[in-house]
């Protein structure tokens, strides 16, 4: 007679002494995600990636499947890492000669109702131009230390570490019969929503998950070894979710993994992988590695060249969001600036009240009052230029959501916004910036204010 946990192991979440087998004794599969990703990483991370993966040794496998999807793919993520600069880049001189043709002509309006000398107008021009291309010098830069380009696509020393790093442990093909056999149970899986795989049924190849899954099964059969698959695709066909929260692989991957190869299966995200190779295997896994694996997307694109995300509109890239972070470092310094004014402000009208309380002249106490009339003006003037910036960056740092609700991002629209508004934001640091005298806006609600264009 079963016991009741024997009897239903695969509804339990995998035990300590469980993960700790598979990290230590078991065929560690990756994911196609997981190799394409070594190009997504800065050269540190991604190094100290390709260290964890070396320590697996000969327990380190990639079904033949994953290897094809890898270079079916690798020329499209490595033209995806170059647009993201080029886009960013692009932006950037878009708003530069926007500036140039139209901004510059309305900061010289300004100057003559406002008879700003041409020194002064220069003052306020010179720093936004200065912004704009000390941020084009530092994606540029940037891009260099990534060390991902179009260049690569003939000279890869992404592509020569992975290939040092699964030499000889890559799976072998199927044979056309076989494959013939394997694609039409996919396909039955796919019509009766069995895992994995029925998921992709909309993608260009939807058997790619089964294949995969059949082969990984086929080598763990051979190795007698507990499976771990280490992958970045959270979908409902690898992962078993109750309530929000991951338990474990498929119930019925791990009783098919069982029944089919007589071993265990554990699936893990990139992120639980890596901090259970710190614990396990005594790898150098940095708190900044983890960082950059949580923030990519779960990969439903990463097979697709064409797809939705692409298509909705989503222009910003992760590097146009670096763009916009030096941009937001602007405005934040811009608010500390004028936090310390403010004070100052609210000091220079304690004294003009004090010195109101003890006058008992009243011509005197008329220079005062109206002393202390310019100080107030001035201080409310500084309170809703902070309530702007304020803002402005609640603004640029609230993501739109589009593609019904699956993807986060900046549309093009919204992009031309933040833009407009980084650059009122940098002409009105430049404004601020003449001897600390801020001119006061009439009305609140002026349009001319980047607080009201939210």
């Given amino acids: 007679m079963a016991d009741l946990d ?5 509804y339990y979440p995998p035990s300590r002494e469980q993960r700790q087998a598979a990290m230590t004794e078991g065929m560690v599969c990756l994911d196609t995600n997981v190799l394409l990703d070594a190009y997504r990483f800065n050269p540190r991370v991604r190094d100290e990636l390709l260290v ?13 499947q994953v290897a094809f999807e890898f270079h079916k793919n690798r020329i499209n993520v490595i033209s995806d890492q170059a647009k993201s600069y080029t886009d960013a880049l692009k932006s950037l001189e878009e708003f530069r000669g926007h500036f140039a043709e139209n901004i510059i ?16 107008g220069e003052d306020i021009v010179r720093p936004i131009l200065a912004g704009i291309n000390s941020t084009i010098q530092e ?3 940037l891009q260099q230390r990534h060390g991902v380009h179009l260049d690569m696509i003939t000279n890869d020393n992404v592509l020569a570490r992975l290939e040092s790093l699964l030499k000889g442990k890559v799976g072998d093909p199927y044979t056309a019969e076989d494959e013939e056999k394997e694609r039409q149970e996919a396909q039955r899986r796919i019509d009766n929503k069995l895992p994995p795989g029925y998921a992709d049924a909309s993608k260009s190849d939807p058997h790619g998950d089964y294949l995969l899954w059949s082969q990984i099964l086929r080598e763990a059969k051979i190795r007698n070894a507990p499976i771990l698959f280490v992958t970045r695709d959270g979908k409902s066909d690898w992962f078993r979710r109750e309530k929000g929260q991951t338990i474990s692989a498929r119930v019925e991957l791990i009783r098919e993994a069982r029944e089919t190869a007589g071993c265990e299966l554990i699936a893990m995200s990139t992120q639980t992988f890596l ?3 710190r614990e396990y295997l005594d790898a150098q896994v940095s708190d900044e590695l983890l960082r950059e694996v949580e923030k990519f ?17 989503d222009e910003v890239t992760f590097m146009t969001r670096v763009a916009l972070h030096y941009l937001l470092k602007e405005i934040e310094s811009e608010r500390s600036r004028l936090r310390s004014l403010t004070s ?3 000091r220079q009208m304690d004294h003009y009240s004090h010195l109101l309380e003890e006058s008992d002249s009243p011509l005197e106490r008329s220079v005062i009052e109206d002393q202390r009339g310019d100080s107030e003006d001035r201080l409310t003037a500084l ?6 910036l304020s803002q402005t960056k609640n603004f640029l740092r609230s993501p739109v959501v589009i593609n019904e609700g699956n993807s986060v991002g900046y549309p093009r629209e919204h992009l031309e916004r933040v833009l407009s508004i980084i650059g009122s934001q940098i002409i009105m640091r430049g404004l601020a910036a003449r001897e600390s005298e801020i001119a006061v806006t009439e009305d609140e609600s002026d349009p001319r204010l980047p607080g009201t264009w939210i």
């Fill in 6 to 10: 024997s009897a239903f192991r695969e």
């Fill in 52 to 64: 964890v993966l070396e320590k697996l040794s000969n327990r380190l496998w990639v079904p033949h």
């Fill in 105 to 120: 002509s309305k900061i010289g309006h300004l100057g003559r109702t406002v008879a700003l000398t041409k020194a002064e």
């Fill in 139 to 141: 994606i540029g830069a």
């Fill in 275 to 277: 901090l259970h190779a």
């Fill in 297 to 313: 997307p779960e990969p439903e694109d990463d097979l697709q060249p064409n797809s939705s995300a692409r298509q909705s509109g």
């Fill in 344 to 346: 100052q402000a609210q």
């Fill in 383 to 388: 309170r809703r230029r902070i309530r702007q």
